[in-house]
């Protein structure tokens, strides 16, 4: 990827996400929440409650699925891989083709603005289709496998988490520069 479509994909990323809430209406336009609290914020929260596909596959046997339930998810996440596969096709190059116009020395506003507009609906259908995919299979688990897949959850360490001394080694005490780092958090 050449410098100028990372700075689009980052500028796209990072300000446009941020900026969208507000521009709809407010940082809490369509969601309940505490007030004061980021749309992002939010977003993570909900997804606390929903149900990633790559938990049910990783914990199948300890949930129990079902011979309907697992046919169920597997189909609905093949389809939701292959439409995201097509999306993201599309998505790829709506941004050469913002590119191509933002390259010129003068832009065309309005041409770049249109360009950036298809880029902002191929990320929103992405979104929703993941979402919508979480929803349909916590959906199709029973409360007790949704018990169980929290319980799951919480003795599992979060994603990104700091790990503990000697954590993921496989032999021997911490090296000394893990050591030092550990002093100093």
């Not at 790559?54 to 129990?64: A, C, T």
């Not at 003795?155 to 030092?180: F, I, T």
Request: glycine residues 6%.
């Amino acid at each position: 990827m050449n410098p100028i479509t990372k700075t689009i994909a980052v500028f796209i990323a990072a300000g446009f996400f941020a900026a969208a809430p507000a521009a709809a209406g407010g940082p809490h336009a369509g969601f309940t929440g505490r007030p004061g609290m980021p749309a992002a914020a939010m977003m993570h929260t909900m997804h606390n409650h929903l149900v990633l596909p790559m938990e049910i596959v990783h914990h199948q046997q300890e949930l129990d699925l079902n011979a309907d339930q697992k046919a169920f998810i597997k189909k609905h996440l093949q389809d939701c891989l292959s439409e995201m596969a097509g999306l993201n096709w599309e998505l790829q190059e709506a941004i050469q083709e913002l590119e191509a116009v933002v390259r010129e020395e003068s832009v065309d506003e309005k041409t770049a603005a249109k360009k950036l507009e298809k880029i902002l609906e191929l990320e929103n259908a992405i979104k929703k289709n993941r979402f919508l995919l979480m929803v349909r299979i916590k959906n199709k688990l029973e409360p007790q496998q949704l018990e169980k897949l929290r319980e799951l959850k919480a003795e599992s360490p979060a994603r990104g988490a700091p790990k503990k001394a000697g954590q993921g080694r496989k032999n021997g005490p911490p090296k000394k520069r893990d050591a030092l780092r550990m002093q100093t958090d």
